[in-house]
């Protein structure tokens, strides 16, 4: 089975960049298109990156995706961060089966 | 302005059966692609069904069997009947929308499944 393994948590200072990393099983992730999702305490998802580095409109250019094939991974990094960035981070592709995969997320802390 | 509204949500017993509803605005249901996705207390977000546009469906293998994924048309309306419902079936439930790619999500309903 496909899956997507992230960190944890990570933490960085405001102003700083700081990276998500988002690791496929098994395959390569380059084949279907990732998506991520942020949620902040006590509120639904919402989609900040969409087809790998695609923003939704309203989601400032501060947050950024991409892909690695050597490493079979995506990534988010946000920069200038803000504390209003502190939420927890979902990576979202999908398997052979066209179904949804979600990695564990990932806690931001900015402090 | 796209507007996804669950309700359903509540308390019930092991073995019980519940429908959740999502109710959209501003979009057309039977034109989008519709997923469910749960997320357990205190735990991360979990796939849980999937209608396309032409009206298949798919589920994942821990509701498979117990869980149908509907739409009303007429009401506008995304559907989720839950049968058998266990423990572990306690979650938030929350509906979304893909949009040109992007992802629209509701602000989900809470099941609590318990004796």
């Known amino acids: 089975n496909f899956m997507l393994t992230q960190p944890h948590s990570v933490s960085e200072s405001p102003g700083k960049t700081v990276t998500i990393s988002c690791t496929g099983s098994?395959?390569?992730?380059?084949?279907?298109?990732v998506q991520w999702y942020q949620q902040r305490p006590g509120s639904a998802p919402a989609t900040v990156i969409y087809?790998?580095?695609?923003?939704p409109s309203g989601v400032p250019d501060r947050f950024s995706g991409s892909i690695d094939s050597s490493s079979n991974s995506a990534s988010l990094t946000i920069s200038g961060l803000k504390t209003e960035d502190e939420a927890d981070y979902y990576c979202?592709?999908?398997?052979?089966?066209?179904?949804?995969?979600f990695g564990g997320g990932t806690k931001l802390t900015v402090l | 302005e796209v507007q996804l509204v669950e309700s359903g949500g509540g308390l019930i017993q092991p073995g019980g059966s519940l429908r959740l509803s999502c109710a959209a605005s501003?979009?057309?249901?039977?034109?989008?692609?519709m997923s469910w996705v749960r997320q357990a207390p205190g735990k991360g977000l979990e796939w849980v069904s999937v209608?396309?546009?032409?009206?298949?469906?798919y589920y994942a293998d821990s509701v498979k069997g117990r869980f149908t994924i509907s739409r009303d048309n007429s009401k506008n309306t995304l559907y989720l009947q839950m049968n058998s419902l266990r423990a572990e079936d306690t979650a938030v439930y929350y509906c979304?929308?893909?949009?040109?790619?992007?992802?629209?999500w509701g602000q989900g309903t809470l099941v609590t499944v318990s004796s």
């Open positions: 209608i396309y546009t032409g009206g298949s469906t």
């Open positions: 098994s395959g390569s992730i380059a084949i279907n298109y």
């Open positions: 501003g979009f057309t249901v039977s034109s989008n692609y």
């Open positions: 087809e790998d580095n695609q923003r």
């Open positions: 979202q592709s999908f398997d052979s089966s066209n179904h949804w995969v």
């Open positions: 979304a929308r893909r949009n040109s790619g992007s992802y629209d």
